[in-house]
């Protein structure tokens, strides 16, 4: 009779760190040793052994004293069966977005089988009694929802199958989530435009976020309008139909006899969109009116002049994603909630006011 092989301390820290490098959990280098031994309670020498064995194996090298180990081969572990995930996204040009391409090719790039639904929130209307006719006759084993309503999340939230929610309104729902955290700088963009001498801002951003009440990043703008003094209105969260002509119709209710100085702009397409029909009324930015996108696009980076906007890092996000499939495929129940770091970056789309 064979003896049987017990794993030491070394060899299960060892095939847990590797797990986490096969689906792509920390980018291009490895945490640190401290890091490390605070993560997994374990020794620093066992830490190191460990460290070594997989750099032998060739997915980790070192970089010297005092560096980090950089990871060499971290693609994700082939699913041992072929999900397929449903994307469910807000409106049809979303599936462009650069993070929702990236986490599908990721996806693929897995062994998974990736795909969009024929229908969009926006067809849906977001509403929860059509979305639960057309999920039904969906072929998913999970389903991934981009920008969801509280209601929507709600629902996906309560469901039998595993959903993940990217961005949207899923504070204190059990449902599995990430997005950028992007409320200090919300607050620090309103606030330079009130030093800048701003009163009349408006915030145009896309109706999940303001129906049935704000969501917490429009309810941070409010707030920091009304600890200035300035008691708000519509005019600073106005609503109006989610369509081309819908923007066109709230853009005119805003610019008459009092208009806006500031706009905050939701999202790059609609800050592209605002920024043309303002031109084509003559409108100067920022000499006539000031603009700030809440989100970051990598056209940007071509723009005079240069864009105030709210920058966050892609990379974690769709990490996450893709680490929540990974977990999914594995039979593993995951109900995390992550965030990422956002920034406000200032540009020349700011004008003080004389």
């Keep these: ?3 049987p092989h017990f794993p030491s301390i070394t060899e299960q820290v060892a095939s847990y760190l590797r797990d986490e490098l096969h689906q792509g959990i920390w980018g291009e280098t490895m ?41 060499i081969q971290a693609a994700p572990r082939k699913p041992s069966s072929k999900l397929s995930v449903a994307i469910l996204v807000p409106n049809r040009f979303d599936r462009g977005d650069n993070f929702i391409v990236d986490i599908r090719h990721q996806l693929e790039e897995a062994g998974y089988s990736p795909f969009f639904s024929e229908k969009t929130l926006v067809d849906l209307d977001m509403d929860v009694s ?7 006759k969906v072929r998913a084993d999970i389903w991934i929802i981009a920008a969801g309503s509280r209601e929507v999340l709600e629902w996906f939230s309560k469901q039998s199958f595993p959903a993940f929610a990217l961005f949207g309104r899923r504070g204190g729902l ?21 030093k800048l001498g701003h009163r009349r801002i408006t915030l145009l951003c896309r109706e999940q976020r303001r129906l049935p009440q704000p969501g917490k990043l429009e309810q941070i703008f409010l707030d920091t ?36 100085t500031a706009l905050i702009v939701d999202e ?6 605002a920024y043309y029909s303002l031109s084509n009324r003559g409108l100067r930015v920022p000499d006539d009116v000031s603009l700030i996108c809440t989100d970051y696009d990598p056209a940007f980076a071509w723009c005079q002049p240069s864009v105030a906007h709210i920058k966050w890092e892609i990379h974690p996000v769709v990490r996450r994603a893709v680490q929540w499939v990974n977990n999914i495929s594995r039979g593993k129940e995951d109900l995390r909630q992550t965030l990422t770091s956002a920034e406000f970056i200032d540009g020349d789309t700011l004008g003080k006011l004389n």
């Design 1 to 3: 009779m064979a003896t």
């Design 31 to 71: 945490p640190g040793r401290s890091k490390l031994i605070e993560l997994l309670g374990v020794s620093g020498k066992t830490v190191e052994l460990a460290l070594q064995q997989l750099e032998k194996e060739g997915l980790i090298a070192g970089q010297g004293a005092g560096r980090k180990r950089r990871i």
């Design 130 to 136: 059509q979305l639960e006719k057309f999920v039904q």
């Design 174 to 194: 059990p449902i599995a989530s990430t997005g950028p955290n992007k409320a200090p700088a919300m607050s620090e963009a309103t606030r330079h435009l009130l």
């Design 225 to 260: 309008l009304e600890d200035a003094g300035i008691q708000t209105s519509k005019f600073h969260l106005p609503d109006w139909e989610e369509s081309k002509e819908g923007f066109g119709t709230v853009l005119d209710s805003l610019f008459g006899p009092t208009p806006p």
């Design 268 to 273: 790059p397409f609609l800050f592209n969109a």
